[in-house]
Structures are given as C-alpha cells and as structure tokens.
C-alpha cells in the first residue's frame, strides 16, 4: 500500500453558502473549504475543491486524473450538472477513484447512475434529534467512532431508502420523529469504493462536528485506494486447445 | 401469491435474423418467438413480444403495464434504443416488474443503466464447449435441473465480467478454451427482480436447448411476482413528539 | 412449485407458560399454541408443535422428514437442548427446510450454528414502543404489511447486533428509548431459508398481533419451499481429458 | 491504521510431511515453514507457527492474544482438534484476529464453525491444470496478481462448494477435467476477516509458487487489522425518555 498521501477533491453545488443568509453564517467560505480544512488537518491528505460554478464543474481530466477520492454534496440543482462531466466521473469511480456522497447527495446523477436505483426517501425538515449507530466498530471508516454518532439538529431521513443492498450497512439513525434510516451505507462498482455518508444538512453545523469529520477522514482513506485500472472489452484466444466439439 | 398466468413480453432486436441467413436458418421467425412459444408451452404464461423496429420499440406504457417480466435480447443496435424508452423500462423494474437479459444484452443501456457498472467481458467466437454448473439446485430458477447445462458450440465469455456483486450467482460457466464466467446472475433493483443469463448467441441454436428453454421459463415465473409499488420521497410529519432539542 | 400445504413445525421452548402466571395469562396454551393456529387459519399449511420437555425436544428424524418450515422460539434454556438433536435440525436446515427464529431465539444453539457469530446485542426490558420499518414491500414476508408494523410495548433489542451481513434486511425497528434493530433478516445456509424476526417478547401480547401473525404465515410460506437436496462430497471423473500437464 | 508488522500464526496439522515420503521431500520441513518463510521476507509480518501435536495444539490463549492473523492447514484430522480450541480461535475471529483458510481446511472445525454449511464439494486427484481468475484486480488480496494464476498441478475441488454466499468472490478456478471452482472467498464474521484459498494440495509444491505466496502475504495484511472488540450482550438504560405507552 502507498504511503503516499491522499488526493481528495471536494466538491459541493456551493449555492446555498452564496444565496442564503443563514446558511452562509454556519459555512461562510463554503462546505468544501470547511470538510477540506478538516482532511487536511487529519494528516496524509492533499484536498482540491471543485464547484458547480466552475468551468466543467471543476471536474476536468487532469483534476480527475489526480483524483484518489471524490466528496460529492449537491442539493437543488443536481439537474445543472452535465451529463457528459457525470459520465467521466463514473467512469473513473469504475476504474478506481473512491466517491463519498454525503446527505442530499443521494439524488445526484452521479449516485444514481452508479447505483441504479430511484434513490427515494422520506423527509422532514423539523431540527430533530439523530443517533447513528455503528454496526461496523471494527471496519476502517468508524476508527474513533464509539457505539454511536449524536447529532442535536438535523432533517430526517427515513426507510425506505431505494438502494440496491449496500455491500455493508455501517450506521443506521433512529430519529426522535419516528424514523430510522441506513445513514452509511458502502457500495464496490468496478473497482472503485462509494460510501454514502447521510448527515449534512445545510442550516445545521453538522460539518463542524468532530465526529462527522473523522468519518470523512477514515472514508476517504479506504476510499482513496490509488488504483486505476482501465476496463474494455476483449477478444481474447484460447488458453486451452479448442475444436473437438466443432459443428460438422 | 396470484394463480393469474405471468405476463411475459419477449423483447427481440430481431436484426440478425432478418439480414444474416445462417441466423434466419436457426430462427425463421426470430429468437422472441421461439423463446415465446416455449414459455407458453410450458404453461401458466401468457406472451407477446416485441422488437427495435416497432414503434416505441413495442414497449409503450399500456404493453409495459400489462408485463410481468420482460426477456431482452439485444447486441449490434444497442445505441438505437431510445433513451426515453429505457428510462420507462428501468421505472417499471424499479416499481416491480422482472427482468431478464440474455447473452449480449449486458451490454445494453438498460442493464447498464440498472447495474451502474461497464459490463465489460472477455469474449471469443471459437463454437467451443460450455459447460454451466449450478450452484443453486434449490433455488425456483433451477427447478429441473441437474448439476449442470452442457452446450457443444457457444460464443465465449470470460472475467472478469464488470458487474456488481450479484444478490446471488445461480451458474458459473466453465469453457473448453479455459475461461470461466459468472452466468447466471441475480439481481434486485428497487422492487423488481432481475436474472442475468449468459448463454444465447444467434449464430448456435441454444434457445432450442431444452434445459436453456427451462431456465428461462423458471425464471419468468420466479421475477413475474406482480406487485407494482410507486416511488416518490415523501414528505413526512412526524410520528412521535418532536422539539426536545429545538435549538433557541 | 408445489401447491400442496406447507407442513409447518412450532417449537416452543414452552416454560414461561407454565411457571409464569403473568405470561400464563397471555398465553394459556402455550405460544405455539397460538402461533399455530393463526398460521392454520390463514390457510395452506398443516401445523404441529413440540416442545422442549418433550422427548427428542419432539423433533425426531420423523417428525423433521414431515417438516417443511420449522418455527423456534426459546429463551431460558438454551444449553438444555441436546446438541444432536441441533445438528440434526441444521443438518434439515441445510437440505433444504425453512426455519423461522423467533425473538430471543437469536441466542438458540440452531441459530448460532447457523450463522456462526456471538448474536450478541442491547436490550431493555420497559414497556416501550416499537416500530418496524418495511425495507422489501414488494418481498413475500411482507405481503399485506404497510410502510410499518407499531408495536405499543416491547422489550428492546439494540444494535451492534453481532450477526454476518444478511441477504437482505426485511425489517429495521425504531425504539423509544433510542436504538434501532435489524428485526427482519433473511439468510440462505446450504438449501435452506432462515428468517429471523425480532417480536416476541413472553410478557407481552406481541403473537396475539395481526401483523405479527401475517408476517410468520408470509414466511412460512417463503421459507417452505419443499426441497430436499442431500449434501456429501462427491468424488468426481473428469468430465473432459486429462493429462496434458501431467509431472514426468 | 497501525504501522507495527502484522502478527501472523501458521497453523499446520503437519502429519503427512511426517510420515509420507512425497510429500516430506515437497515440504522436508512442513508447509508451515515454507509459508512462514515466505511471509517474513515478503516484510512488515513476524510469523511463528503451531501444530496439531503441541499442546493446546500450539494454540494457547498467550499466542492467539499475540496473533492478528492465524492461517489454517489441516486434512487428515480435522476431528482430532479439540472443541474447545476451536472455540477459542472462532472467539478471537469474532472479536478480531484474521483468518486464513488453505485448501482442504474447507473441512476443517473452525471454517465449519464459522460459516455454518456443509462445505461438501466435488473433488478428484489426478495433477490436472487449474486456472484462478482474477475478479477483483483492485481488491488487497491481489496486489500484483495479473488476469489468472496458473498452476500446472493441482488436486481438482468442483461446484456445488456449499458455503453461505461470500462477502466478495476473489478468486475462480477453472480446471482441466472441466469443473469450476470459488476459489478465493472473503467473509466477515465479527469483526474478523476471513479468507478461504483454495490452492495448497500437500503432494503438489504449491506453496513453492510464487504467486500462491504473494496471494497468502497481500491477505495477511488484509486480514491481520489489529482490532479486538469484545463481545457482550448489554443490558442498557434508555438514552430517551420512556413512558408514553405504558400499560396501565
């Protein structure tokens, strides 16, 4: 395994942060800058952000290429995002690249395309209490994590949540409302590591809070496996000899 | 569980058998109807088919709303499928309907769309020897059949086959050139079943193989389980009190 | 598929009933008792019990040889079963018979030779409430059940609950005291299907619930598949030539 | 994650290099010494090893406390390990340590224990060729390991391999008689790893190839995590008020 240090790219839609007051006090510079500082701080991670605004999303080839292990937050304009940039990303998650999609992320094309599925849940947005439990104390991604996760505030999440089965269900919340919902969940496509991570709503700190970013810390670590590994069709010969069931 | 007959719609992109003789030699009237005449011959199923070249491809919303299951056959016109016709196609999978791809369909834009991976194989046209071993002698697929399906000439495939972990792999397939190849595939997505099998190719007669033909009847019967449930997010109201952690 | 009656087998550790007045009152005849004839009136399955008293525990080779789906529900001894009589179950298990595990049955010596794992888990005995989220409402265990299953009091199970990773999760529970549970997990073992469900506590009326009751006879019937496949190694000719490779 | 080498244990039955003249001459020393060997100059792992014939069969609470990962030869006297060793070593897998599972250890106590199955297979003797493809090129377990590994040699092990369905398939094996094999299965169990290898028959040198060993050295780093989590059931206060359903 490479000691090399991890290559993460953040990238968040970063419209709310611009366009509402309040959401602009709890993250005045942006989410990415505020989960980028955090993986930075952690030790053995190089972080880039990258926002919907920019030039290609700030998704480009060469960023891609440099690339370990891709952060993904959007919310209301998953729609913005062009197909062809989702396509690339895709494409370098099956060849290797680590992907962490966090809370509303759930909707994005890119998670959607990996993964299949409608992605549809139950929601509300009431500043209820959440308790993610570990299912998976002993799995890299909740290294430092204790029994469980306690989050004052946040929107609800609720089952069903229409994912194939995980690989590996690592959190479940129970919210004080009512509901419970499989908040970390892994998922192997080609060769590249998803982890969907649930919390993060905008108007709540939830980024600033110690354990969530030690999660994110742990998860882009596994995540951030540095293979690539090219995939195509082949014709291949025959390693063995063939033609004693040959048609006439 | 209904008694109704299950609603198969046998989906064929009926191109080789129209230009290529030694297609048309071994499926006159085409694979779909072959594979249909079979399935309602071994009873308790009602069939129609349907091909690229109808309108809509013959999948418009009244012929998807009377499916059970869907088979699908598909290999050089891929790309011509519509878009928005494999979008109405992946819904009904995700709201209950069945699906099985056959052969070359992996490489289809709807089971690319529903795996989310590249589906890339190894392959070879030598007509040499495959042998499928069944791993699931109690599963419904393979009610009737033995330790294994023996085929004297088929096109090869081989892994690694790009395809998330299946919910259960049904026949591994050994081949005479020294390959082997996850063959029979289950797989749910939302609420529908899906069964990937790889034998099938145009130019050997494997849908006139008896043990071929069983399989795929089992199968229909297996994914048709008729339930169609919707998908939407929700917005929920809580279920139990909510404000203890109000923020002030 | 066969269209003949399910032959289902409760098993009942059946103590609790008879030294306890409290549980006594809910349950005079005994769980099974009540357990069976729900599963008797809704129709195409014969029902017996047996019982921990009795002898081979009523599970003889004959009365297995009859079983198509077996129901367990133990608590308090556990280690009074006769570990011949447990490789005897598993060993029906594995060919092919369904078992139903029922609450504290997680810790039966069946289930854990089963699954291999400690089954360790938290619990809380107060009255509190119960709500089972339906993941699968398109899977035969939950024909009939809506979103969710309310239980007003029930004894509590918490994650981590210490189980391998289940084919599927049927159901996950939210409780009022703050944990969440994996209550509905389906596992294959050789040819056999287990399903665990959580509800169950003695001391309350959990199996006079209607939901309660549907969900044992959707199972049953899932779990009942009526297979028997023998298992032993096989000492196997070559089914092609050899020799090729063969050391001088 | 931890820097310190991985502590690894050998465990080998060690009788036919004993007392079998072929084998002895393949292994003068025993399998153990030959893996360990490997292991030690493959960097970052101490190894000690143990025997059936030690006391304790060399595997006392002090070296289980000191291994992360164990490695398991056994064939001939499966049922001459104690019970309460194998207690004790699926004790440690669940809280933790690794385990590697070579070849006939299939059969073994401690496989058996752990998942549950039969583990029957279909076997033949006769030094034909076996091919391991490679499904998961970007997995730990195959750094370095190209498309297949080809053993020229090898004592043949055909499906129906009856094991609950892995965490990941790594490995598929192709033989010249013309079966199909797992040959490379991951499961968690606790918070252990477990890894099952096919390859290792005592009369063929397989523990002398190159690639075999390279496998055994990538899956000991993988497995050999360093966690150990005890497991209890806990009786555990509500973390939310309780109350609002109590029977009267």
Redesign the interface.
């Known amino acids: 395994?490479s000691r090399d240090p991890v290559r993460v790219t953040v990238w968040n839609e970063f419209l709310h942060e611009q366009h509402d007051p309040a959401v602009r006090k709890i993250y005045p510079t942006g989410m990415h800058k505020v989960i980028g500082a955090a993986l930075e701080a952690s030790g053995g991670m190089t972080v880039r952000t990258a926002t919907l605004e920019e030039p290609e999303h700030g998704l480009t080839e060469p960023v891609l290429a440099a690339t370990d292990v891709l952060i993904w937050w959007g919310h209301v304009q998953h729609d913005a995002v062009d197909d062809a940039i989702v396509q690339r990303v895709?494409?370098k998650v099956?060849e290797?690249m680590g992907l962490i999609v966090l809370h509303s992320g759930h909707?994005s094309k890119i998670f959607k395309?990996?993964?299949?599925?409608?992605c549809?849940?139950?929601?509300?947005e009431?500043?209820?209490?959440e308790?993610l439990?570990?299912?998976?104390?002993?799995h890299?991604i909740t290294?430092g994590i204790g029994?469980y996760i306690e989050l004052?505030?946040t929107e609800?999440y609720?089952?069903?949540f229409?994912i194939?089965?995980p690989?590996?269900?690592i959190f479940?919340?129970?919210?004080?409302?009512?509901?419970?919902f499989?908040s970390g969940c892994v998922?192997?496509?080609?060769?590249?590591r998803i982890f969907y991570f649930r919390p993060g709503h905008e108007t709540y700190p939830i980024f600033h809070n110690e354990s969530v970013l030690r999660v994110l810390a742990n998860a882009s670590?596994w995540a951030g496996?540095r293979?690539s590994?090219a995939?195509?069709?082949?014709?291949?010969?025959?390693?063995?000899p063939?033609g004693?069931?040959?048609?006439a």
């Not at 549809?120 to 509300?124: E, G």
């Not at 479940?172 to 419970?180: D, N, Q, R, T």
């Not at 998922?187 to 590249?192: A, D, I, L, M």
Request: charged share 30%; hydrophobic share 30%.
């Open positions: 395994m895709q494409q099956l290797g909707y395309a990996l993964v299949g599925t409608s549809t849940l139950r929601c509300r009431a500043a209820e209490k308790r439990w570990n299912l998976e104390p002993g890299p290294e029994d004052p505030n609800m609720g089952e069903r229409d194939p089965d690989d590996k269900v479940i919340s129970w919210f004080e409302g009512g509901e419970v499989r998922f192997q496509r080609g060769h590249g670590r496996k293979v590994l995939m195509e069709c082949v014709d291949a010969p025959p390693l063995e063939i004693r069931n040959q048609p």
